[in-house]
């Protein structure tokens, strides 16, 4: 499914811009976006400590 939405967005750029360039980027950017929420999402239901939000004081 993730890849799909990857897919389907570096499609999308390419045809709109014409260049592979900023098509790969957006890609790779979304790959990495979508990463780091499935990261977040992970910590927070495992139980990390690190995951909960800071007490700044």
């Excluded at 967005?9 to 990463?35: E, K, P, Q």
């Amino acid at each position: 499914m993730i890849g799909v939405v990857i897919a389907l967005s570096m499609v999308l750029m390419l045809a709109l811009v014409r260049s592979v360039t900023i098509a790969l980027h957006a890609a790779v950017m979304n790959a990495l976006s979508i990463g780091a929420a499935l990261g977040v999402v992970v910590a927070i239901v495992q139980g990390d400590g690190s995951a909960r939000p800071s007490s700044v004081h």
